[in-house]
């Protein structure tokens, strides 16, 4: 499928889209602390989580941060023509708002706020992302994700 060009794609500021959902479980919160060295008993000891507020294991923060790339591959959003490569580049506003209990399921709501051309082949792309949780009334963090897009 042919995809757009960077120039199509700045005509897009405003659109949105959204991921699939995607379970979080409890061994994917356990591997997690695994490669952060983050064993906080709230999120890897469920006997001891249970007897909190949150009623069982959570997810890290940085874990559903981390899953930014794995729903922006499942949004739907438009492939960019000649991409040579795309990086991080940082975010804006992050918040986490809302634990994501080990089970739930959680995806990406992404909205287009801007893409400027930084210098010659060379783009900013600033995207607003939203983490729902299933079910939940308030989402497990926003942001605004800024990514560089090479040309």
Same mark, same amino acid.
């Given at each position: 499928?042919?995809?757009?060009?960077?120039?199509?794609?700045?005509?897009?500021?405003?659109?949105? *889209?959204?991921?699939?959902?995607?379970?979080?479980?409890?061994?994917?919160?356990?591997?997690?602390?695994?490669?952060?060295?983050?064993?906080?008993?709230?999120?890897?000891? /469920?006997?001891?989580?249970?007897?909190?507020?949150?009623?069982?294991?959570?997810?890290?923060?940085?874990?559903?941060?981390?899953?930014? /790339?794995? !729903?922006?591959?499942?949004?739907?959003?438009? %492939?960019?023509?000649?991409?040579?490569?795309?990086?991080?580049?940082?975010?804006?506003?992050?918040? !986490?708002? *809302?634990?994501?209990?080990?089970?739930?399921?959680?995806?990406?709501?992404?909205?287009?706020?801007?893409?400027?051309?930084?210098? /010659?082949?060379?783009?900013?792309?600033?995207?607003?992302?939203?983490?729902?949780?299933?079910?939940?009334?308030? /989402? %497990?963090?926003?942001?605004?994700?800024?990514?560089?897009?090479?040309?």
């Amino acid at each position: 499928m042919a995809g757009i060009t960077i120039a199509e794609r700045a005509e897009q500021v405003g659109s949105e *889209n959204v991921s699939d959902w995607v379970e979080v479980t409890q061994a994917m919160i356990d591997r997690f602390a695994e490669a952060t060295g983050d064993y906080q008993f709230i999120h890897v000891d /469920p006997v001891r989580a249970a007897e909190t507020p949150f009623g069982g294991t959570i997810a890290h923060g940085f874990l559903t941060l981390s899953l930014l /790339p794995l !729903f922006a591959a499942t949004a739907g959003q438009p %492939a960019i023509d000649g991409v040579r490569m795309a990086v991080n580049y940082g975010s804006d506003t992050l918040r !986490f708002l *809302n634990p994501v209990p080990s089970g739930s399921r959680v995806r990406g709501r992404f909205k287009l706020l801007e893409i400027v051309e930084k210098r /010659p082949g060379q783009w900013q792309q600033t995207t607003h992302v939203t983490v729902e949780i299933e079910g939940a009334d308030r /989402p %497990a963090l926003v942001t605004d994700w800024i990514g560089l897009i090479f040309v």
